[in-house]
């Protein structure tokens, strides 16, 4: 059934109402939460793995799937499969900011900094959370 969950996540219908939600981005939040459902939503990353997720550190498989290393829960590293259509939404989100770095995520601009940083797991969570979507 499309509304039922077995475990603590979000259901397939809310999931559904979020991939239309981000289809069509039109401001530079649009396309950052776009790009971070992407991803959170095809590779079952921890918060603190999501924001430290680098384009350094994303390789090619030898069946040609992108693979990104990133650091695990108690330090060991780990090995992820990227989704394509997620890829293109942080390619998107990087075009549209017009800004190149080796973080998929980025912070907004602020008023007195010229220079932006990853965002935190706690910017993350708060991403998240202005969704309106409970779990």
Known sequence: ???VMLSKGLSYATMKDLANEFKNPKT??????????GIMSTTGLRAREVVGLKFSSVF????????AKYRK??????????????MNFVAEYHSYIGIRSDY???????KNR???HPITTRTLQN??????KVT
Request: proline share 6%; aromatic share 14%; no cysteine.
């Open 104 to 110: 998929f995520f980025l912070s907004l601009p602020e």
């Open 114 to 116: 010229k220079s932006r």
């Open 28 to 37: 530079e939040i649009d396309y950052r939460n776009r790009a971070i459902f």
């Open 1 to 3: 059934e499309e509304g």
């Open 73 to 86: 829960k108690g330090g060991g590293w780990g090995i992820v499969v990227l989704n394509p259509e997620a």
């Open 127 to 132: 991403i998240v959370k202005s969704w309106n």
């Open 60 to 67: 090619n498989s030898p069946e040609e799937f992108k693979l």
